[in-house]
């Protein structure tokens, strides 16, 4: 369960996104919005990346602010287009990520392989596509223990091959960890792949279950 209690976020004084009691309970949600509703934002202020005003809960236990390190360990992030070091290979910055999160040994091989990233994964990230770097993104989201997952645009840059291979990640996850997800899209989840798909709306500077 995630709380959100008096959260306030501005850029140059500016309000971006307000949201004053708000509780998200187990389970698979589509963050949906217009482009600048604060969806990025949310997402990142969740993660524990920017600062804001208010509190951030995880299973009633974990402040985003009071417990810090504890939170991150068990909230994982996914930019929607990410920037990693150019001079490290995909393989190296998945080690370095499973040492931070401290994950089981050999964790990533089934992701690693199920979205055919072995042929380059050894290559340095300077030489990755923008596909070959989301893909490498979500691996790194999917590391560790997390107990809440956050995806920015996960479909973003995705071949259409890779769709299915994510949503049976997120599936497997939710059903025999429980692991929560956020994930934000200009695309629909449809089909049967994802069909515990809920929604939660931003708009008018704050965000709201949808009926």
Known sequence: MLQVNAFRKSYNHHPILQIDDFTIT?????LRGVNGSGKSTFLKATAGLISYEGDIILNQQLNSK???????????????????????????????????????HRQEDNYVESMQMNAYINDPISTYSSG?????????????????ILLDEPLTTLDAAS???????IAN???????????????????D???????????HNTIRHTS
Not at 143 to 148: E, F, I, N, T, V
Not at 193 to 203: G, H, S, T
């Open 163 to 169: 769709l299915p291979i994510l949503y049976s990640w």
């Open 26 to 30: 187990p389970g698979v949600y589509w």
């Open 193 to 203: 792949i994802l069909p515990i798909v809920r929604e939660i709306v931003v708009e």
């Open 132 to 148: 070959m770097l989301k893909k490498l993104s979500l691996v790194l989201a999917f590391l560790g223990r997390p107990s809440c």
């Open 66 to 104: 009071k417990q810090s390190v504890a939170y991150r360990s068990a909230v994982n992030f996914a930019e929607a287009e990410p920037i990693f070091p150019d001079f490290l290979t995909g393989a190296e910055l998945i080690q370095l990520f499973k040492s931070a999160k401290n994950a089981p």
């Open 173 to 191: 996850h939710y059903q025999q960890q429980e692991t929560m997800f956020l994930l934000s899209s200009h695309q629909a989840f449809e089909g």
